[in-house]
């Protein structure tokens, strides 16, 4: 083949790739509507957790101070506790000792605490209950460098800390476009979206991450046309991969001639 054609050939193939290299094919999330919304910014009432069914509680149960400040054990209870938590059943169910099923779904853990506190006082003389959460955490994904599940050992987490636990964010990452998405119990699914790059439009508040929140860094626009060239060129590759051996016994077969 001429250098006229191979010349011909790339430059078809750039223009196919360029058509090719379309961002809303790539993206997560794409959408026409503008995502920031003022009432999906994370408030100090709405941080707490609720606890939801397939969580796993801690829940420890005290004994009456005038006898011993210890732990009740599994033994005293009549039930072994299991060292993995309760599992909230899909129904916002848990089962105690003593108490059998009562509700937790929906509630704090301090409400859920004091629910169970009261359910003791039939049995037990001031029974203190502690109830704690054990699987909060949070998703990130994108451009980061370590995507995955990140635990949150305490009630909230801000985006930094996130960005931090998922190994900060790749070369191609979007700085100034990071979508956030919440459940929200009211409203349902929101999104809203945030400028590292910008101090001056920064707000605290927006930062701040519920537990189950969904952190997502999108990719820049080089990196979306790369991936969507690469998708076109592979099987040009592998043809050429194919056709290579015959090439070469072809021109070994012409130069014995």
Known sequence: MSKTKLVMLAGILLILNGCTGSNDEYQLLQTKKNTTDENT????GSIEYLILPQDRLAVSLYKDPAESPEIATSGELGQSMNRNGILVNAAGVITMPLIGKIKVGGLT????????????????????????VMNKRLIVVGEVKKPGVIPIPNEK????????????????????????????????????????TNFDTMIYASLMLRPNDIVYVKPSSWKAFRVASADYTSPFVTLGEILRPFVQLNYLINNND
Not at 41 to 44: D, G, L, P, S, W
Not at 109 to 132: C, D, F, G, R
Not at 162 to 190: E, F, K, M, W
């Open 109 to 132: 853990q301090s409400q859920a605490a004091e629910h169970i506190t009261k359910k003791y006082k039939k049995y037990l003389n001031t029974p203190s209950v502690y109830v704690e």
């Open 157 to 196: 987490m801000n985006l930094f800390e996130a960005i931090a636990a998922a190994g900060d964010l790749t070369d191609s990452a979007v700085r100034d476009s990071v979508t956030i998405i919440s459940n929200n119990p009211v409203r349902g699914i929101q999104m809203r979206t945030v400028d590292l």
């Open 41 to 44: 910014k994370v408030t100090a």
